[in-house]
């Protein structure tokens, strides 16, 4: 659920963006299945110490800061020796890049499969909205860090995450200029995709898990404005049994009341 009454700031950080890394099969010192301080532990273990590590990572970046937390710390919260932890990573900015990485990959997974799909672009649009707002919600303390440690990263690792980011976005613009063309939308440039994806993308300063709305429910209601403005023609769909749609509608019935 997500909480759409008033922010959660004290939930987040209080500075914010996304980061490059540790990869569980990298190399120097990156994690290495069955390798490191897991070395002849079965392949499951492995893995489940590695999400622990970037989820106890998200977590304690998210709350106390990218740069105020130390591998002392992580080592600590994690009950890792340094040496351990060092087996799995190369340094605090690998665990930057792969928290970021791996949102990012998933949602880019998940938007070229919507994109790809046999359905009009006001649909797929709105299952974008859905996956954003949904993945946005089950890992906040990662998108946290995303949006709010991205100046950290450098070199090969900051590229990759600035190309995996303007891939996902490269999903909205094609489904917006597929409704376009097919008469579904009006002409709209792109920097209407850019206003669109930053007012999904900040929900991560103030949806809960335990709110009032699911982040479908959010998504919906943020979708239904924004179609409102780029539907070359009035639409007559109706909202599902339990959506809140209430800022296009009145922006409808607005429009209907005659002048004068």
Known sequence: MSRVAGTRTEETRKKPGPAAGARP??????????????????AGTIDSTWERILRTSAELFARNGYHATGIAELSAELELSRGALYHYIDGKQSLLFEISRTQVQRLNKLANEIAERDVSARTRLRELARSLLR??????AE????????????????????????????????????GVRGG???????????????????????MSPDGELTAEQVADSFLD????????????????PGVARTIAPAARSRRAQPAG
């Open 143 to 178: 998108w946290t860090v995303f949006f709010t440690d991205f100046g950290a990263l450098t070199g090969e690792r900051r590229a990759e995450i600035y190309a995996a980011r303007d891939e996902y976005e490269s999903y909205w613009r094609r489904v917006v200029e597929d």
């Open 25 to 42: 099969e990298g190399t120097g010192r990156t994690a290495r299945k069955g390798g490191g301080a897991a070395a002849g532990a079965p």
């Open 184 to 206: 579904e939308f009006r002409e709209a440039g792109p920097i209407m995709v850019k206003g669109l994806l930053g007012m999904f993308n900040y929900t991560y300063l103030w």
């Open 225 to 240: 404005m924004v179609l409102s403005g780029l539907d070359r023609t009035p639409t007559t769909d109706e909202p599902e």
């Open 135 to 140: 993945n946005i919600s089950d890992h906040r």
